[in-house]
């Protein structure tokens, strides 16, 4: 293999790279070449070729990968997925595929089983993570140039499910009675640690929900395993938790009455006895009123306090999935913008133009509004939606993050993730629009990932994981591997993986369907090492170590565990019941200004609520209570990690909140390699030295050594760990215009004639 580093080639061999032969010796289980083109040009600047890279072009059943022994230029740091290669895409990751033919002025929007009547030059890739890639065959056989961009467009466009690698992947591993690099596919898999103690729950057995009723104090709740094979609604789990008032038969009945036979679903339970419940509309007009007393009164006597029941209809209330899609692409046209420094002037009223930042707002203030009912009135609060698994989903899962620390946890958050999406039945399938069908796309979970982010930017302290960590889970949504992300309910995984075992001859034995790979088993993407990037080094645990007097202690907070507004209550406040002989005035509680709402009327519910967030928001906060967003204009920010990670020219060198949090991880190291010292000298008095534990670092970042001065490492930028160069070719920098692609304009082509014709 050569590289061309001048303008014009001057020399052409026609000998097959060397490498290539080998490149695919690592490729994954059930993995396939389709096909493949030699002497392919990776495009790093349309201005100049002097960075392109020469190599082969390979599409698979998984991926489209670019492989050559050319270094990228101006690289420093690859943050590397098992999974994938450095050029690698999945094919659930393309948006959009456009061939250009320089000579004959012409270009193609590639879809499935689609004709190619010209032999292409260029191939543009859109992917749905805001890359652009784009490749020249300026030197690669015609026909063959042909026949790759074909593939790529039939195999990242299926009209099936079970035409998505997940299947080809564990059906291989079936045939083959092996686990996957000593993971069994079907389990939780590790959060970050490999203690089976850290397993995520994924809430598919009736033990998972009967621990989350213990964990939260539900004693009025019980589990229902009614739906036991999926009988009474195939978009439900076959487990989910009711109210022990309510009997099967009972559910059984009202199931017909709701959209999707989608019966009340309890979320979670409140300290104070409030519980927090998904419900979809009821169909049937003539019996709605009657179904719906039934169901709050149950709801009510679930309650300690027998409160009444809030019930907020988010279709009012928050923006519908079109209108978050609608704002989702002009937020994408907006990000890749071309030439991106003529927008400058314009950027942030177009950014405001999208609405993105609107929404997040939207959702934000409307889940702390629901939090200020169940935190400060103690009623059971109903979310109701058409059919209970969007934006309930989101709404759901907010509320929580902000009452309860153990979902602002790594495996708490990944539980979460599991019980409100994943077992409630969101369509992941058609939300991602993995098999290409448009109309019922739309990014609700990269808006929840958003509304997290914004949580961790104002209250980084009370957050386990980092913003690395969120933006890879929303990458690994696009991979076409993981079950997690790849079905619209787990009775779809069952039924489509069955008949995928019965055509493949697979023996399921007693199992319910083919198991899939976990998400959640973060070491098939990333090494121990590189997963060290998802702690947060400025997180605060619910205990600190310390020394006192020469002794190892562990300091623990006094303040209760969810609210920093119970703090000062009573001790009769307990399971939500306050005693009489209890209503005296206490200092620092704010319990003396919720008595009143239990007797008599009091102010107007509007005054109430904004007095309660100017209370919250006076006081120090407890990052292991309860935390509440600041919606100001200034304190909701575009997530540029995630959007901005493609663009070279957003890119600050050593810059951006990469720098803190290398310096945070290198002081929180420090204090790590301290405490070990200490325990070491303690239990080792006689020995001389310090300790040397240095793999059980739980940074990314290291200290060299105490009172390290050493400034930050050159690789860092504000895109850190990922890398633009390659990844989204720009005009005069790097690049192609997304905008005004999807706005029909032409394609800005690489040649200068085709260039200059805008």
């Known amino acids: 293999m050569f590289s061309l580093k001048p303008p014009k080639p001057t020399f052409k061999s026609y000998l097959l790279p060397q490498l290539c032969e080998s490149a695919f010796a690592l490729q994954n289980r059930g993995e396939i070449v389709v096909n493949e083109v030699n002497f392919v040009r990776k495009c790093i600047a349309t201005d100049t070729s002097q960075y392109d890279l020469w190599g082969k072009l390979v599409c698979t059943n998984f991926k489209i990968s670019f492989i050559t022994d050319d270094p990228m230029p101006l690289q420093k740091f690859h943050f590397k997925n098992l999974l994938l290669g450095e050029h690698d895409v999945p094919l659930t990751c393309i948006e959009q595929i456009v061939t250009v033919n320089d000579t004959k002025r012409k270009q193609k929007v590639l879809g499935p089983n689609q004709k190619l009547k010209f032999n292409p030059t260029e191939l543009i890739i859109y992917c749905k993570d805001f890359r652009i890639v784009r490749f020249r065959f300026d030197e690669a056989g015609p026909e063959s140039a042909k026949k790759v961009c074909l593939a790529i467009a039939h195999y990242s466009q299926p009209t099936d499910l079970q035409l998505l690698f997940a299947f080809e992947y564990v059906g291989e591993m079936y045939h083959n009675l092996a686990k996957v690099n ?56 076959e487990y989910f938790v009711v109210p022990s008032s309510l009997a099967d038969q009972d559910l059984k009945l009202y199931s017909y009455s709701f959209i999707g036979r989608r019966m009340p679903l309890w979320s979670w339970n409140h300290p104070n006895g409030s519980a927090l419940v998904r419900m979809a509309n009821i169909k049937d007009v003539l019996q709605q009123r009657r179904i719906d007393q039934r169901i709050c009164n149950a709801i009510t006597r679930s309650h300690p306090l027998r409160s009444d029941v809030y019930k907020s209809d988010l279709d009012k209330c928050l923006p519908s999935i079109q209108e978050i899609q609608a704002a989702h692409i002009k937020l994408k046209q907006l990000c890749v913008n071309e030439p991106f420094e003529e927008t400058e002037e314009k950027w942030l009223s177009s950014l405001e133009n999208t609405r993105w930042l609107e929404y997040i707002r939207s959702f934000l203030r409307h889940s702390a509004e629901l939090v200020y009912m169940m935190e400060c009135k103690h009623v059971s609060v109903v979310l109701q939606e058409e059919e209970g698994r969007d934006l309930s989903c989101l709404a759901a899962s907010l509320i929580q993050v902000m009452l309860d620390p153990y979902f602002r946890t790594i495996v708490g958050f990944q539980s979460l993730i599991q019980k409100e999406w994943v077992m409630a039945g969101y369509q992941f399938l058609d939300r991602c629009n993995h098999l290409k069908r448009s109309d019922k796309e739309s990014p609700l979970f990269l808006m929840f ?99 006192h007097n020469g002794a190892m202690k562990s300091f623990k907070r006094s303040k209760k565990n ?34 009143p709402d239990l007797f008599q009327p009091a102010e107007s519910p509007g005054h109430s609520r904004e007095q309660f967030f100017r209370d919250w928001f006076a006081k120090p906060v407890d990052l292991h209570g309860l935390i509440l967003p600041h919606l100001s204009a200034t304190q909701i920010k575009l997530w540029k990690l995630c959007y901005f990670r493609w663009v070279p020219e957003a890119q600050i060198s050593h810059g951006g909140s990469v720098t803190a949090f290398h310096r945070a991880s290198v002081l929180a190291d420090e204090v790590d390699t301290l405490n070990r010292n200490l325990r070491h000298c303690k239990s080792n008095p006689s020995s001389q030295g310090p300790c040397t534990e240095l793999d059980h670092s739980r940074m990314y970042f290291r200290a060299s050594g105490f009172s390290d001065t050493s400034g930050a490492p050159d690789f860092l930028s504000s895109s850190f760990p990922f890398f633009p160069v390659g990844n989204l070719c720009r005009r005069s920098i790097l690049g192609t215009p997304l905008s005004k692609f999807l706005s029909g304009a032409k394609i800005w082509l690489s040649t200068e004639t085709l260039a200059n014709e805008d």
């Open 562 to 595: 969810y609210s920093s507004t119970l703090r000062g209550a009573p001790p009769a406040l307990k399971n939500g019941i306050i005693g009489e002989q209890e209503f005296l005035p206490r200092r620092n509680s704010l319990i003396l200004k919720l008595k």
């Open 449 to 547: 990932l958003d509304c997290v982010w914004q949580l961790l930017e104002q209250y980084p302290a009370a957050f386990e994981f980092s913003e690395v960590y969120l933006t890879l889970l929303h990458d690994s949504a696009r991979i076409s591997l993981f079950g997690t992300f790849l079905f619209n309910c787990p009775h779809q995984r069952v039924k489509e993986s069955t008949e995928f075992a019965i055509s493949k001859n697979i023996q399921l034995g007693g199992e319910k369907g083919l198991r899939f790979p976990s998400v959640w088993d973060w070491s098939l993407q990333f090494s121990s090492r590189d997963r060290l990037l998802f702690h947060n080094p400025l997180y605060v645990g619910k205990s600190a170590p310390c020394v």
């Open 182 to 237: 000593g993971i069994d596919p079907g389990g939780g898999g590790s959060g970050i640690g490999s203690t089976s103690a850290q397993q995520t729950p994924l809430f598919e057995t009736y033990s998972d929900w009967d621990r989350e009723i213990k964990r939260t104090g539900a004693s009025e709740w019980r589990v229902c395993s009614v739906n036991e094979g999926y009988m009474i609604s195939t978009c439900l789990p």
